[in-house]
C-alpha cells in the first residue's frame, strides 16, 4: 500500500512539531516525487513547523509554492508569515504580506481575528520605530476603515512620531481619535503634545488639547 497524502500529511506534522521541520521538508520532496499532490494541510503544517523555528524564508518559499499550485493561504497562514517577520523587526516585509493578504481579499475569520489586531498594531507601531512613518500611517487607516481596534501604544507612538516630524496637525488628530476611541493617553502622551504646540506657538491648539485633557 502506497502512503497518500494525509499518511505524509501526518508525518509532516509529528516532525515539524518535534523540531525537525528539515526532515519534514525531506519528506515534502519524496512526497512530489511518487507524485503524490500536497494539499493545504501539508503547506500549513510546513510553514507553522518552519515558523517555529525561525526558518521564514523557507516559509516564505513553501508559501510561493503553494500559491502556483493554486491554493490560497488563508489569514493564520499569513499570521503566522507576519508574526515571524515582526519577531526579528524586518516590519517593512510584515506590512508587505499584510498588503498582499488585503489585495487577496483574504479576511480573518473569528478564530484568527485577535491574532490580526495583535500583527496589525504591531507592524504599526514597528514601522513608526523604523522611521516609515507614511506607511505606517496608511496601515493605521486602514485598520480603522476595516474596523480593526486600535491598541493605545498604537495612538501613542503614531502620536510621538508626528510629534518628533513636526506634523502636529497629525499629531493632534492622534489624540482626538484616541478619545474617540474610548482610549486614554497617558501623562507623558499629553505633555509631549502640549509642548509640541507650545514649542510652534500653537497656542489655540495647545488650548483645545488642554481641555480634552
Same mark, same amino acid.
Given at each position: 500500500?502506497?502512503?497518500?497524502?494525509?499518511?505524509?500529511?501526518?508525518?509532516?506534522?509529528? /516532525?515539524?512539531?518535534?523540531?525537525?521541520?528539515?526532515?519534514?521538508?525531506? /519528506?515534502?520532496?519524496?512526497?512530489?516525487?511518487?507524485?503524490?499532490?500536497?494539499?493545504? *494541510?501539508?503547506?500549513? @503544517?510546513?510553514?507553522?513547523?518552519?515558523?517555529?523555528?525561525?526558518?521564514?524564508?523557507?516559509?516564505?518559499?513553501?508559501?510561493?509554492?503553494?500559491?502556483?499550485?493554486?491554493?490560497?493561504?488563508?489569514? =493564520?497562514?499569513? =499570521?503566522?508569515?507576519?508574526?515571524?517577520?515582526?519577531? *526579528?523587526?524586518?516590519?517593512?516585509?510584515?506590512?508587505?504580506?499584510?498588503?498582499?493578504?488585503?489585495?487577496?481579499?483574504?479576511?480573518?475569520?473569528?478564530? @484568527? #481575528?485577535?491574532?490580526?489586531?495583535? *500583527?496589525?498594531?504591531?507592524?504599526?507601531?514597528?514601522?513608526?520605530?523604523?522611521?516609515?512613518?507614511?506607511?505606517?500611517?496608511? /496601515?493605521?487607516?486602514?485598520?480603522?476603515?476595516?474596523?480593526?481596534?486600535?491598541? @493605545?501604544?498604537?495612538?501613542?507612538? /503614531?502620536?510621538?512620531?508626528?510629534?518628533?516630524? =513636526?506634523?502636529?496637525?497629525?499629531?493632534?488628530?492622534?489624540?482626538?481619535?484616541?478619545?474617540?476611541?474610548?482610549?486614554?493617553?497617558?501623562?507623558?502622551?499629553?505633555?509631549?503634545?502640549?509642548?509640541?504646540? #507650545?514649542?510652534?506657538?500653537?497656542?489655540?491648539?495647545?488650548?483645545?488639547?488642554?481641555?480634552?485633557?
Amino acid at each position: 500500500m502506497e502512503p497518500n497524502v494525509f499518511t505524509y500529511s501526518s508525518l509532516m506534522d509529528g /516532525l515539524c512539531k518535534d523540531g525537525h521541520s528539515s526532515e519534514a521538508m525531506e /519528506l515534502l520532496e519524496t512526497m512530489v516525487s511518487k507524485h503524490c499532490k500536497p494539499n493545504m *494541510i501539508t503547506y500549513s @503544517t510546513l510553514i507553522h513547523g518552519l515558523c517555529k523555528e525561525g526558518r521564514l524564508q523557507e516559509a516564505v518559499e513553501i508559501l510561493d509554492r503553494m500559491k502556483l499550485q493554486g491554493l490560497q493561504p488563508d489569514a =493564520g497562514l499569513y =499570521g503566522k508569515i507576519i508574526s515571524g517577520f515582526c519577531d *526579528i523587526n524586518k516590519f517593512q516585509e510584515a506590512a508587505n504580506f499584510l498588503d498582499e493578504m488585503v489585495l487577496g481579499r483574504t479576511l480573518p475569520n473569528r478564530l @484568527t #481575528w485577535s491574532l490580526h489586531v495583535r *500583527i496589525y498594531n504591531m507592524v504599526v507601531q514597528g514601522l513608526c520605530t523604523k522611521s516609515d512613518l507614511s506607511r505606517a500611517f496608511h /496601515l493605521y487607516l486602514s485598520m480603522r476603515t476595516r474596523g480593526i481596534s486600535v491598541e @493605545t501604544g498604537t495612538f501613542e507612538t /503614531l502620536m510621538e512620531s508626528f510629534c518628533k516630524n =513636526g506634523d502636529l496637525l497629525k499629531a493632534g488628530r492622534m489624540v482626538d481619535e484616541m478619545v474617540i476611541d474610548g482610549c486614554t493617553p497617558n501623562e507623558g502622551a499629553w505633555s509631549m503634545l502640549l509642548g509640541a504646540f #507650545w514649542d510652534q506657538k500653537m497656542v489655540q491648539e495647545a488650548l483645545n488639547c488642554f481641555r480634552l485633557r
